[in-house]
């Protein structure tokens, strides 16, 4: 399971644990919170109604029927009161009073009840002791939405406790509104879990964000790729992509030191045998002329460690940067001018004809001397491999937003076996004049050099005979490292 994942659903359970029991126990809890809520004024009037008969009794002048009639006019009123989303339409209050004994003398609503002994029921047994009493029972057994709340009070004559005045309330009201609540709170529920549901799966991809660019960079970095080390801001993963960083450091800085000693010792190795071997048969006798020219391959192979060594020199340096150091606006023209200029005696000695087309006031960013090292590279070989009196054509043009720069030779071109490998350190293919090989560096270092430039070199045979070299250069690049 991805990081991202698992932090949704960890997040996702921990909000389930921590609010499905509440929602749950207010839900559930809704009806009793109401009947609680109506248990309060019901106390009162009871109060109110228990002084005001106590008081007439101890006048003598509480009459039941009087009392009686007095509630038949209040249950008879016309009554249209708007309660939020519902109309009461009739008061449901009921009234009884029972004596000291317990024995109903009054009821608002059922005169039949009159002598039954209420004793028994909590809100008149706690009452005549002195006690709060109150009670809930249905009117229907196996229905309890039928529930009426009983809440009751002393009558006071003289000072003593000489009956009970019970008020009764049914929560059929009660009922509705929490019919009308739960759907609201289940309404709200659902958009309260729909929105920690968006919220967990941004926060679960802002926290796996990072971590996927670490990822990324890390198989970058596998890859051999030039990236930079990703921005992560300041936070444990920020000292984490800093740790990779100095790991990459030191893993490449130990490869790279294994790598290159490995391969400029097998580079060296030739011209040294040469080297050596020319100079133990110099101890013998020989001719003035055999000493010469074993001197000669004595210089050329010296010559040739030399170069090798230069060029690995500036190679190093080229690989160990991440960004370029100066960035100019270059004239394509002028640059291209140089580097011919600069192979003037080669072309005239092999012949060659050499046409520059495009537009030359082309402008392109970038570092002056890297480009012009990497174009006098790739029209080396163009020289190298294009036969006497041919030609060499360059051309510069422009795509969306990049310069493109071609320079095609009449050699051989490149065979199918060494594509895959000519931009390798070292590789090389033999010169057709003379049949040897470069040092192999010239086309990794214009390898290097774009990748600077945020640009590309390709290699593409043509069709009839020769090799068509593409430079490919952003005309927006900037000083930022370069990409693979």
């Known amino acids: 399971m991805k990081l991202g994942t698992r932090i949704f659903f960890s997040y996702m359970i921990v909000f389930i644990i921590c ?26 009037l009871a109060n109110v109604l228990a002084g005001l008969v106590g008081m007439e009794m101890e006048s003598g002048g509480f009459k039941p029927a009087k009392f009686h009639h007095a509630f038949e006019r209040i249950y008879s009123r016309p009554l249209a009161a708007r309660l939020h989303d519902l109309t009461k339409n009739r008061v449901d209050v009921r009234v009884y009073i ?31 002791r002195g006690r709060y009493g109150a009670r809930t029972t249905r009117q229907d057994p196996h229905d ?6 009983y809440v009751a009070a002393p009558l006071m004559v003289h000072g003593k406790i000489a009956g009970v005045l019970t008020v009764a309330k049914p929560t059929t009201i009660v009922n509705r509104f929490a019919a009308i609540a739960r759907p609201r709170i289940i309404g709200i529920g659902a958009a309260s879990m729909a929105v920690a549901i968006v919220l967990g799966m941004v926060v679960s991809f802002w926290i796996a964000r990072p971590i996927k660019r670490l990822t990324q960079y890390a198989i970058d970095v596998r890859d051999g790729k030039k990236v ?20 990459r450091e030191a893993l490449e800085g130990g490869k790279y030191v294994e790598r290159y000693v490995q391969t400029l010792t097998h580079e060296i190795k030739s011209p040294l045998s040469a080297i050596r071997g020319a100079a133990e048969l110099m101890e013998e006798k020989m001719s003035p002329e055999v000493r010469a020219r074993f001197l000669h391959n004595i210089r050329t192979e010296t010559n040739r460690i030399q170069d090798l060594v230069d060029r690995m020199l500036k190679l190093t340096e080229l690989e160990n940067r991440r960004m370029l150091d100066r960035v100019e606006s270059i004239v394509i023209g002028p640059l291209i001018g140089t580097v011919i200029e600069a192979k003037e005696a080669l072309i005239a000695q092999k012949k060659l004809q ?22 006098s590279n790739i029209v080396q070989n163009a020289i190298d491999f294009s036969p006497s009196c041919g030609s060499i054509r360059i051309e510069a043009k422009t795509e969306p ?26 590789y090389s293919l033999k010169r057709p004049d003379t ?50």
């Not at 004793?119 to 008149?124: A, E, G, I, P, Q």
């Not at 930079?228 to 790991?247: C, H, I, T, Y």
């Open 19 to 44: 609010f499905a029991y509440p929602f749950d126990r207010i839900s559930g809890d809704l009806r009793t919170r109401y009947v609680e809520g109506i248990e309060d004024p019901l106390v009162d």
């Open 435 to 484: 049949g040897k090989k470069s040092t192999g560096l010239g086309l990794n270092f214009v390898k290097e050099v774009m990748n600077l430039h945020h640009g590309k070199i390709l290699l593409e045979n043509l069709e009839e005979k020769g090799l068509r070299a593409i430079i490919v250069l952003n005309c927006g690049s900037s000083d930022k490292p370069g990409g693979g």
């Open 98 to 128: 029972t004596d000291l004994s317990g024995k109903v003398i009054f009821d608002s609503t059922n005169g039949e009840s009159v002598g039954a002994d209420y004793s028994r029921w909590r809100d008149v047994w706690l009452t005549l």
């Open 401 to 426: 937003n990049a310069l493109r720069l071609t320079i095609e030779d009449e050699g051989p071109g490149v065979p199918e076996y060494a594509k895959s490998k000519v931009f390798e350190k070292f």
């Open 144 to 149: 309890p939405a039928s529930v009426v709340l």
């Open 228 to 247: 930079d080390l990703p921005n992560l801001g300041r936070n444990e993963l920020s000292d984490m992509a800093k740790a990779f960083g100095m790991m």
């Open 354 to 375: 050499v046409t520059v087309n495009g537009d030359k006031n082309l402008v392109v960013k970038g570092d002056p001397f890297l480009l012009h090292q990497a174009l």
